[in-house]
């Protein structure tokens, strides 16, 4: 739930001094993507933006952030929100992702909403108030991200006490932020008398008012301060003198003046409902037990108190953050158990109006841990969805004491880890929670227990798993069996999404023997292929598939392919769906059936039901890229480079390995070689770094294909000689034969070479054997056409430049006959006829995507 208040443009008091010069100032920032406010509190930064909307005219969406909003869900949520409250119809097509959960690629999410801001027909502006609360690096990240694609006609204004926490160095060289600082916000000095003059009950010479600007020098809220503390001076100029050093010094000095002044009942009032972030007359009433609450907030506003209203209605308000901040610390350090049972107050009143997030924050701070507990157990399976930030401080701030009692909250503690990539940190506390829980045994009830322990020791098997300990995880998925035969929650958890227990979309990845795995997959898809509703089998299923796949054991591959493809129980997991649709689609291939490989795919991205849609599409749309190319439809491959988003210098996540592999693959079938080379030197670095063979070995092969069509043969050579050393013991097959010509090239003349060098340590036998895969496949003819040769894309280019055949040859200082012999080569690969076509080829293998 957001309230409303956060989207609402703050009031302006009648009182405020005009300033057209800062008026005009922030003007100018509609002619730029970002423009920065940017001073410490008491500037006057969240009131100058609110007036200069009331008088800019132009549409203007607010968020007001605070520190629940540093949560990378609830922030582009509100950032939506914010713009549907000025237009109803804005976000769609974004709020199904938001809502989706803690899998959602953030790219996509932001190309949505820049795809829907680009769609806006008028001039918008967004403006982000208290952007300092926002330090999450995946929420800066993405911001970047929005401003270097946003659209010209909508403009960002940020209000923060701090410098930006994201590049801005080429958005100013490119005139695209426009900055507002400090001595932009402070008063000037025909401001600062106009303030005393018009807008407070003194009476002070343009000396004394000179004075005060000069030792405030023009902090705003240093002058509301020093207003109201003359007020009950008995000597103005005495007072005005004595305020010495600069407003860092005069700041503690003047709030414990305002706070000295005020009566018993209002100071009691002002650090009770310190605590609270905003507040109306009855959450103030329940935290203080004041009755008269609401005469205090409008005697607050009265005075100019550093209070600022939340709605036209006078319902909401919120204190200065310097006056909140300056309270909570005095109260917290003066009376800290009245500090907590205001908490206690705030809690239970947040959660009986629904406000339950806030509520489980005051509970914490008030140690009251059981009823944040309660609150978190509603429902922690949405929680770890949508607010799984959240979810982890909430969790991590709770004492060890408190898991001891709720074993649930820590499995979803554990899960929370794994799934944010914490594994070292999962596994040590799933260890240590295995101990504490092992020692309960009878001391609580054997269906409880076994219940916690089945959980505990699934996750201890994950564990092993992927730390290579196949058969400690088999001890440990024994006893899951034995003591949660049915499965539970935390099995299946993240199935239908996008991302999963592992950021490596292919859980072979993970396993350093393929030999091993084998016997350990096969043990547990016997153990659980009887039951009929337990889908975790599906993991199982897929990894042996992979394993079948690789090892060119096609048959048992396909047998398995057609065991888990019919469960029910599989259906409603696309994560699993997808991955066996797109291992069948490679059988089908590999066993010469082309047709049916490309309709498999269609029929997967057809099946696919998930909040993560739009993923998993890009999933099976690079996959149907590469089949492209190995069933020699070039132009299939290149019309997907054009529209697929994915360029040779994006940062790439380990779960993406397989698009941009493809990537490189369509770069370098269509010419564009050296973007390629750089792409795959990169995922190089990215599998080597966390130590996947199995990844590297890919990798390793692509790029050595790659440098061979490059014209670096040696260099090629050199690295599929490394991929046969790491790939030989676990005899992979399918990761060479599925490049085609180009790898049966390389091969052969790899095994004229080791022929040649006795020494050599790569294995005859294992070329030989990949020679015979090669050889053999259905889909060699094809393969051919995978890739133009470089001396194939220089005839091709020269034909576009208008070229003859006798002008190619004396360029090349080659025989017209291999001119026509290369021509003729070009022709087939690309599937064309004459010149005219090969000059369209051409051009679209030029064109960057």
């Avoid at 009032?269 to 609450?293: D, K, W, Y």
């Avoid at 796949?549 to 047998?559: D, G, I, K, S, T």
């Avoid at 019309?639 to 040779?648: N, Q, T």
Wanted: glycine share 4%.
């Amino acid at each position: 739930m957001i309230v409303k208040t956060k989207l609402s443009v703050p009031h302006v008091s009648k009182s405020l001094v005009s300033r057209p010069r800062l008026i005009r100032k922030l003007n100018e920032g509609l002619e730029t993507k970002l423009t920065l406010v940017s001073a410490q509190a008491g500037y006057g930064k969240t009131t100058a933006l609110s007036e200069w909307v009331n008088q800019c005219g132009v549409l203007a969406a607010w968020v007001s952030l605070d520190r629940q909003d540093n949560d990378w869900f609830h922030f582009w949520i509100c950032i939506r929100a914010s713009i549907q409250e000025k237009i109803p119809s804005f976000g769609s097509t974004i709020e199904p992702h938001l809502n989706a959960g803690s899998s959602v690629s953030v790219e996509h999410v932001l190309k949505e909403l820049l795809n829907e801001l680009n769609a806006l027909t008028d001039e918008l502006v967004i403006i982000l108030d208290d952007f300092h609360f926002i330090e999450l690096p995946e929420i800066h990240q993405s911001f970047s991200y929005l401003l270097e694609h946003l659209p010209r006609h909508i403009h960002l204004y940020i209000a923060s006490r701090t410098h930006l926490p994201i590049p801005s160095a080429r958005l100013l060289a490119q005139r695209e932020m426009h900055r507002i600082l400090e001595k932009d916000l402070r008063f000037q000095l025909d401001e600062g008398v106009v303030f005393f003059r018009d807008k407070t009950d003194l009476i002070l010479t343009t000396a004394q008012v000179t004075e005060l600007f000069q030792q405030t020098e023009g902090w705003i809220s240093g002058l509301q301060l020093a207003a109201i503390s003359l007020k009950g001076s008995t000597h103005i100029a005495k007072s005005i003198h004595q305020f010495s050093g600069r407003q860092n010094h005069i700041f503690d000095y003047l709030l414990e003046e305002v706070l000295n002044h005020q009566s018993e009942s209002m100071r009691a009032f002002l650090l009770a409902t310190s605590i609270l972030n905003r507040m109306n007359r009855s959450l103030c009433q329940a935290v203080t037990g004041q009755p008269n609450s609401q005469e205090h907030l409008e005697r607050l506003e009265k005075l100019n108190l550093f209070i600022i209203p939340l709605d036209e209605e006078r319902s909401w308000y919120r204190y200065h953050h310097l006056l909140s901040d300056f309270l909570r610390h005095l109260w917290s350090e003066t009376d800290p158990d009245q500090w907590m049972q205001a908490h206690i107050r705030a809690a239970i009143w947040l959660e009986g109006h629904g406000f339950n997030e806030e509520a489980v924050n005051h509970y914490l701070e008030g140690e009251q841990y059981a009823d944040a507990i309660r609150l978190i157990e509603k429902n922690p399976p949405a929680l770890m969805q949508s607010k799984s930030d959240a979810l982890m401080r909430w969790i991590s701030v709770l004492p060890e004491a408190a898991f001891e009692e709720t074993p649930m909250l820590e499995m979803f503690y554990i899960s929370v880890m794994m799934l944010g990539g914490q594994w070292e940190t999962a596994f040590q506390r799933m260890w240590q929670t295995k101990a504490r829980f092992e020692a309960l045994q009878g001391k609580s009830p054997d269906e409880d227990w076994n219940k916690v322990m089945g959980n505990i020791y699934f996750y201890c098997g994950i564990a092993s798993y992927v730390q290579n300990d196949l058969i400690q995880s088999s001890d440990y998925m024994e006893l899951t069996e034995r003591y949660m035969p049915e499965g539970s929650f935390f099995q299946v958890m993240g199935q239908n999404r996008y991302q999963g227990y592992s950021s490596n979309y292919d859980q072979l990845t993970l396993i350093q023997d393929l030999n091993a795995v084998e016997n350990y997959l096969v043990r547990w898809i016997r153990a659980w292929e009887h039951k009929k509703h337990y889908p975790f089998i599906g993991y199982m299923y897929l990894t042996y598939i992979n394993l079948m796949y690789e090892w060119n054991r096609l048959e048992e591959a396909a047998l398995c392919i057609g065991q888990s493809w019919g469960r029910q129980d599989l259906q409603p997991f696309a994560r699993l769906m997808v991955q066996i649709g797109i291992a069948a689609s490679r059988v089908q291939q590999a066993e010469g059936n082309p047709k049916q490989a490309s309709e498999l795919l269609v029929q997967v991205k057809a099946k696919i039901d998930s909040p993560d849609y739009d993923l998993f599409i890009a999933k099976v749309e690079a996959e149907q890229a590469y089949l492209y190319l190995r069933q020699g439809a070039l132009q299939g491959a290149l019309d997907w480079l054009r529209g697929c988003g994915l360029e040779h210098a994006d940062e790439v996540a380990m779960s993406d390995l397989a698009e941009y592999l493809v990537l490189s693959r369509v770069l370098a079938a269509s010419g564009r070689l050296e973007e390629a080379l750089y792409l795959l030197e990169r995922l190089y670095l990215l599998v080597d770094r966390d130590d996947l063979l199995r990844e590297r070995v890919k990798v390793l092969i692509v790029h050595s294909a790659t440098l061979w069509l490059a014209g670096q043969s040696e260099t090629g050579l050199a690295q599929l000689e490394i991929a046969l050393l790491l790939a030989e013991p676990q005899g992979y097959i399918r990761s060479f034969v599925d490049e085609g010509s180009v790898m049966l090239e390389m091969l052969t003349v790899s095994l004229n070479v080791q022929q040649a060098n006795q020494h050599s340590p790569v294995s005859a036998g294992y070329i030989k054997q990949l020679l015979r895969a090669l050889n053999v496949t259905s889909e060699d003819n094809s393969a051919h056409k995978e890739a133009l040769t470089r001396q194939e894309i220089r005839v091709l280019r020269l034909i576009a430049d208008g070229l003859s055949n006798s002008e190619i040859a004396l360029l090349l200082n080659v025989k017209s006959e291999t001119v026509k012999s290369h021509i003729k080569n070009v022709y087939s690969k690309l599937g064309i006829k004459n010149r005219v076509q090969a000059v369209q080829c051409a051009r679209q293998l030029q064109t960057p995507n």
